[in-house]
């Protein structure tokens, strides 16, 4: 028996929304390099690593894509980020997500 769908283009956005805030805000997030992960352990790891090798991190979204019916959300941002060891960051990426029914994010695309 499957659950109902709960998506809509509001909640997804949202999610991502959601999702790129808790990064800034150094809750676990991403490694850019074309890479998946999947599963909310997988998906924690890298973004723990990722929070602990940097001092400063934003999150600009530009564009938001969203396939409600199909729980799928791509973005394009400009990621504004400094490493612990001064590196500084400029850059334009995108992030490709699934989302399940319940509105909770299952995959990332980096």
Do not use: W
């Not at 396939?67 to 400009?78: I, L, N, P, S």
């Amino acid at each position: 028996m499957s659950q109902t769908n709960t998506n809509t283009h509001l909640s997804l956005t949202a999610t991502i929304t959601t999702y790129f805030t808790s990064i800034d805000a150094s809750d676990p997030p991403p490694r850019p390099s074309n890479t998946t992960f999947t599963g909310r352990d997988a998906i924690y790891t890298i973004l723990s690593d990722f929070v602990s090798r940097s001092a400063k991190i934003e999150h600009q979204i530009q564009t938001v894509v969203v396939d409600e019916r199909a729980g799928k959300v791509a973005t394009q941002q400009r990621y504004l980020g400094k490493l612990v060891d001064g590196t500084e960051k400029d850059m334009l990426t995108c992030n490709f997500f699934d989302v399940d029914d319940q509105g909770k994010i299952e995959r990332v695309v980096f």
